[in-house]
T-cell receptor, first 109, second 117 residues
Framework: GQNIDQPTEMTATEGAIVQINCTYQ??????LFWYQQHAGEAPTFLSY????GLEEKGRFSSFLSRSKGYSYLLLKELQMKDSASYLC??????????FGAGTTVTVRA | GAVVSQHPSRVICKSGTSVKIECRSL??????MFWYRQFPKKSLMLMAT?????????EQGVEKDKFLINHASLTLSTLTVTSAHPEDSSFYIC?????????????FGDGTRLSIL
């Protein structure tokens, strides 16, 4: 099975940077995904890492270390609309996704 | 980009009713689709993997006879919640990935909010 841990909540100020950590222990690994989910809506894809290192996409970056079972999502220049839940998900060899419980990020003015 | 359409977006019905939810991949073919359930303030829990042309694979604890899955074509999977009861009220979300491309993300439908009275 999969064991995926991420913090429950984080709060930051508009314009600031927030880093959401995710650790995982999995029986198989075919990549790690980050999704954003606003309340009452379906998740939307943010980033994907399968090799070690940093992937940058505009204000969002994601890092992966497979040997450490660790990833983080970095949100820069926070905007109010970034207030949402951020889900770390690991794909096993059959492309099934196992999700962490999600980190609720609250951006304050 | 890839788009997944899910219908209906919201269902309110009486206990004992069966409810069918459709999931379509609009601009790609999906041999595999996934069905998730999400309770309030909880994460997504995988219910089953829908396989085109064969039986679905259910996760442990998910009743096959309760949640019927049909994946009759490369672009459509359906989930039927049979004889739904209040405890089945939840947010049901499907996802699909383009089978032609490795390392592609799953794309999610907009979800179906099911409320059983």
């Amino acid at each position: 099975g999969q064991n995926i841990d991420q913090p429950t909540e984080m709060t930051a100020t508009e314009g600031a940077i927030v880093q959401i950590n995710c650790t995982y222990q999995t029986s198989g690994f075919n990549g790690l995904f980050w999704y954003q989910q606003h309340a009452g809506e379906a998740p939307t894809f943010l980033s994907y890492n399968v090799l070690d290192g940093l992937e940058e996409k505009g204000r969002f970056s994601s890092f992966l270390s497979r040997s450490k079972g660790y990833s983080y999502l970095l949100l820069k220049e926070l905007q109010m609309k970034d207030s949402a839940s951020y889900l770390c998900a690991v794909s096993d060899g059959d492309y099934k996704l196992s999700f962490g419980a999600g980190t609720t990020v609250t951006v304050r003015a | 980009g890839a788009v997944v359409s899910q219908h209906p977006s919201r269902v309110i019905c009486k206990s004992g009713t069966s409810v069918k939810i459709e999931c379509r991949s609009l601009d790609f073919q999906a041999t595999t689709m996934f069905w998730y359930r999400q309770f309030p303030k909880k994460s997504l829990m995988l219910m089953a993997t829908s396989n085109e042309g064969s039986k679905a694979t259910y996760e442990q604890g998910v009743e096959k006879d309760k949640f019927l899955i049909n994946h009759a074509s490369l672009t459509l999977s359906t989930l039927t919640v049979t004889s739904a009861h209040p405890e089945d009220s939840s947010f049901y979300i499907c996802s699909a990935r383009d089978f032609r491309a490795d390392n592609q993300p799953q794309h999610f439908g907009d979800g179906t909010r099911l409320s059983i009275l």
